[in-house]
């Protein structure tokens, strides 16, 4: 599988923390961002993903289309049950993939949450939608409490986990950025906050940002999964 090195977007504009930078500081800046924050890291991806100064917002979708991006082209993490996952086990579906840990104390609660919201929008297009949650806290993150984890918002999510070399490739496959914050005798983790969303033949198509609405994601996967049909 290939994971190679790529040229990592401006680290600042990689937070968890949302803080969304007005349209007119997005267009002023460009690629050398000084905005912090999802509208940041959006930006940073239309950059690399060749979409020009804003991003592409075109084809109807709320989210940043990212087609065509030469990042996020495959994984292989193990599941709950230890088996291992990859790209191709999701053919037929389309994915919505986040990166956090399971002691986030907000940006990824929210965003599971959205996730769930998503799903009962979708109706039984749900059942072509699969959502996994990667954790960056492997350590802490066994494959039990990924399972708790991730059913406690929707039993149909799937946690994956690598060992710390795995996660490592896999973040840096799909220009994820985290870090360990110590905490006083512990520590937190500072990661990006944008979700992927693939479409059912496997391909990534967009980025989502962080304040997206679940109604504007769903609509987002319901066009992915209409292209397909
Ligand atoms: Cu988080």
């Not at 999701?90 to 998503?118: M, N």
Request: charged fraction near 30%; include cysteine; aromatic fraction near 8%.
């Amino acid at each position: 599988m290939p994971f190679d090195d790529h040229d990592p977007p401006d680290p600042r504009a990689r937070r968890s923390r949302p803080h969304a930078a007005p349209a007119s500081a997005r267009r002023r800046f460009g690629r050398t961002l000084v905005a912090a924050g999802a509208a940041g890291a959006l930006a940073a991806l239309g950059a690399l993903a060749g979409c020009g100064r804003e991003g592409a917002r075109t084809a109807g979708f709320r989210s940043m289309d990212i087609t065509g991006a030469e990042f996020g082209r495959d994984f292989a993490l193990a599941d709950p049950d230890g088996r291992t996952r990859t790209l191709a086990d999701f053919r037929g579906r389309a994915l919505l993939i986040f990166f956090g840990f399971t002691q986030c104390p907000d940006v990824c609660p929210t965003t599971l949450t959205r996730a769930s919201e998503v799903m009962q929008r979708l109706g039984t297009d749900a059942d072509r939608v699969q959502v996994i949650f990667i954790t960056v806290d492997p350590e802490r993150d066994t494959p039990e409490l990924l399972r708790e984890y991730t059913k406690a918002f929707d039993a149909r999510f799937l946690g994956l986990r690598g060992d710390l070399a795995a996660t490592e490739a896999t973040a840096r496959e799909f220009k994820v950025f985290y870090r360990k914050v110590p905490t006083g005798s512990s520590y937190t983790m500072d990661h990006t906050a944008l979700s992927f969303a693939y479409d059912p033949a496997g391909r990534l198509r967009l980025a989502v940002a962080h304040e997206a609405d679940a109604e504007q994601v769903a609509a987002d996967l319901r066009r992915l999964l209409a292209e397909a049909s």
